[in-house]
């Protein structure tokens, strides 16, 4: 089935260490997104690849990184994670077309910062 | 601003009755509208959407939603809830990115 997967699902990492979160799609979509969940909020919007293009949102913190390498993966890097940065981080897909803007979102990594 | 709202937070139904979830939103052009729904510890999964044509949709897990526009709600329905759909739920309307409502929870009572 094709699917959006995230690595690890359960991340523990010390305060000020740097960590990378993983996520892959085998749906082909052009467009991948990170959001950052915290405990019975919404999901925000960190930032976005549109193909090779990287769109940071205006208030997502310099501590947050991305990588994109091919279509399939992209990466989620935190340079120096505070314990405001505990969160489920979660990496969603979409096909963007003039019919077509719905997310696809994988199962989310759980962070934890000691 | 674009904006949603999700005037419940917290709903508890008993299995068997019906669920109306309601959904407000902001936005000036036509609306994209999503409903999500996300399990304890799991990523959000595609309910059903709204671009256009028929007001109602159909969606998975024998959920609809209706889109009124003079109303600019979206609301969720299931004419029978299961112990399964005890959920957060989350209403969204795309404009440059989706922006999404705060969420309900709902709990189901056997």
């Known amino acids: 089935d094709a699917m959006v997967i995230q690595n690890p699902r359960y991340q523990v990492t010390q305060f000020g260490k740097p960590v990378t979160l993983s996520c892959s799609q085998t749906?082909?979509?052009?467009?991948m997104y990170w959001y950052q969940q915290k405990s019975s909020q919404a999901p925000k919007l960190l930032f976005h690849?549109?193909?090779?293009?990287?769109?940071n949102e205006a208030d997502t913190p310099d501590n947050f990184q991305s990588r994109r390498p091919n279509t399939s993966f992209c990466f989620l890097d935190i340079r120096s994670p505070g314990l405001g940065d505990a969160a489920m981080y979660l990496c969603?897909?979409?096909?963007?077309?003039?019919?077509?803007?719905?997310?696809?979102f994988g199962p989310g990594t759980r962070l934890t910062v000691t | 601003a674009q904006s949603v709202t999700q005037p419940d937070i917290h709903i508890t139904v008993s299995e068997g009755a019906s669920l109306e979830l309601r959904c407000n939103y902001s936005?000036?052009?036509?609306?994209?509208l999503f409903w999500y729904v996300q399990s304890p510890g799991q990523g959000l999964q595609l309910l059903l959407k709204?671009?256009?044509?028929?007001?109602l949709v159909q969606g998975i897990k024998g959920f609809e939603a209706e889109f009124k526009r003079s109303q600019s709600s979206f609301n969720l329905r299931k004419p029978s809830v299961h112990w399964s759909d005890a959920a957060e739920y989350f209403c969204?309307?795309?404009?440059?990115?989706?922006?999404f409502g705060t969420g309900t929870r709902l709990q189901v009572f056997p």
């Open positions: 969603a897909t979409s096909r963007e077309t003039h019919t077509s803007y719905e997310q696809y």
């Open positions: 749906l082909n979509h052009n467009v």
């Open positions: 690849y549109y193909d090779k293009d990287f769109n």
């Open positions: 936005y000036g052009a036509t609306p994209y």
């Open positions: 709204y671009f256009s044509g028929d007001t």
């Open positions: 969204a309307v795309r404009t440059r990115k989706l922006i």
